[in-house]
C-alpha cells in the first residue's frame, strides 16, 4: 500500500438524515458539491461531523454515490469509516 499525498482544502459535508434515521438524499443532493469541486475544494464524507457511528454500509454507499454522481465524478472525497466501542 503507498502513501497519498492529500493536501488542499477538504470541507466537511454533513449526511442529511430524516427524523427516524434515514438518510435525506434530496437535501444530500442540495448541498454545494457541484459549486464547490469546481473551486478546487474537496469533501469530506461520513465523519468528520461525528456521523460515522450512525452509519451502515448500504448507507455509506449511498451517500459515497450521491456525492459523486452531484459533483458529476470530479470531486475528490475522503471519507471516514469506524464504529463506537472499544476493547472489553
Do not use: H, W, Y
Not at 435525506?24 to 442540495?30: E, G, I, K, Q
Not at 454500509?57 to 475522503?78: F, H, K, Y
Amino acid at each position: 500500500m503507498s502513501n497519498v499525498e492529500m493536501s488542499g482544502v477538504f470541507a466537511a459535508l454533513l449526511s442529511p438524515r430524516k427524523a427516524e434515521g434515514s438518510f435525506d438524499v434530496p437535501a444530500l443532493r442540495r448541498r454545494p458539491c457541484r459549486f464547490s469541486d469546481a473551486i478546487g475544494i474537496s469533501f469530506v464524507v461520513n465523519g468528520a461531523t461525528g456521523e460515522f457511528c450512525l452509519t451502515s454500509p448500504v448507507q455509506l454507499r449511498t451517500v459515497l454515490s450521491t456525492v459523486r454522481c452531484v459533483s458529476e465524478g470530479r470531486a475528490r472525497i475522503l471519507c471516514c469509516v469506524g464504529a463506537v466501542g472499544g476493547a472489553q
